[in-house]
T-cell receptor, first 115, second 111 residues
Framework: GAVVSQHPSWVICKSGTSVKIECRSL??????MFWYRQFPKQSLMLMAT?????????EQGVEKDKFLINHASLTLSTLTVTSAHPEDSSFYIC???????????FGPGTRLTVT | TQLLEQSPQFLSIQEGENLTVYCNSS?????LQWYRQEPGEGPVLLVT?????EVKKLKRLTFQFGDARKDSSLHITAAQPGDTGLYLC???????????FGAGTQVVVTP
């Protein structure tokens, strides 16, 4: 149990375009989902927290107009990187947490390359 | 600012040796989790510790949570090449369930 999927697993896009990444909890209801980015050989950096049906809470320094997060259902959250630039190239990982549970279960990540 | 200090940052050992990774903080955590991450993949949950002084074993891995719930350790006995990976500790500090991650320990086990 506790499987989280992400789609796509990798994407290459041109500068100025937008990219949407999906995160799904496959076998449990995720009341809270989290989005992280990770640079090579570094730990995870939390970008935002989203609760189903609510606006996402963004960490300091993360542009909410650039990284649009939607958590429309208990099994799906999306991250849209708008007007992507090369510096947005990174490994984006989502995680999901069930109500009343401490554990976060992570998706396999999405490698975004902006050319 | 990292609330969780993880050490060492890098560990290279031979197969069969033992290793310990430490995770320390001045904050009290309601729970602490250990993950292992391999290149190009998401972190995989290894264990969650909740009670101060708790010890959990997962085959050759032993996890301990400090009595004051501020620190934790991961000990691997007789390491194998399959144990290679980035080990991350993460503490749960608030009701939103946001995790504070350590910087990670890259473990390399050579045959």
């Amino acid at each position: 149990g506790a499987v989280v999927s992400q789609h796509p697993s990798w994407v290459i896009c041109k500068s100025g375009t937008s990219v949407k990444i999906e995160c799904r909890s496959l076998d449990f209801q995720a009341t809270t989902m989290f989005w992280y980015r990770q640079f090579p050989k570094q730990s995870l950096m939390l970008m935002a927290t989203s609760n189903e049906g609510s606006k996402a809470t963004y960490e300091q320094g993360v542009e909410k107009d650039k990284f649009l997060i939607n958590h429309a259902s208990l099994t799906l959250s999306t991250l849209t990187v708008t007007s992507a630039h090369p510096e947005d190239s990174s490994f984006y990982i989502c995680s999901a947490r069930g109500q009343g549970r401490a554990e976060q279960y992570f998706g396999p990540g999405t490698r975004l390359t902006v050319t | 600012t990292q609330l969780l200090e993880q050490s060492p940052q890098f560990l290279s050992i031979q197969e069969g040796e033992n290793l310990t990774v430490y995770c320390n903080s001045s904050s009290v955590f309601s729970s602490l989790q250990w993950y292992r991450q391999e290149p190009g993949e998401g972190p995989v949950l290894l264990v969650t510790v909740v009670t101060g002084g708790e010890v959990k074993k997962l085959k050759r891995l032993t996890f301990q949570f400090g009595d004051a719930r501020k620190d934790s350790s991961l000990h691997i006995t007789a390491a194998q090449p399959g144990d290679t990976g980035l080990y991350l500790c993460a503490g749960d500090t608030d009701s939103w369930g946001k995790l504070q991650f350590g910087a990670g320990t890259q473990v390399v086990v050579t045959p």
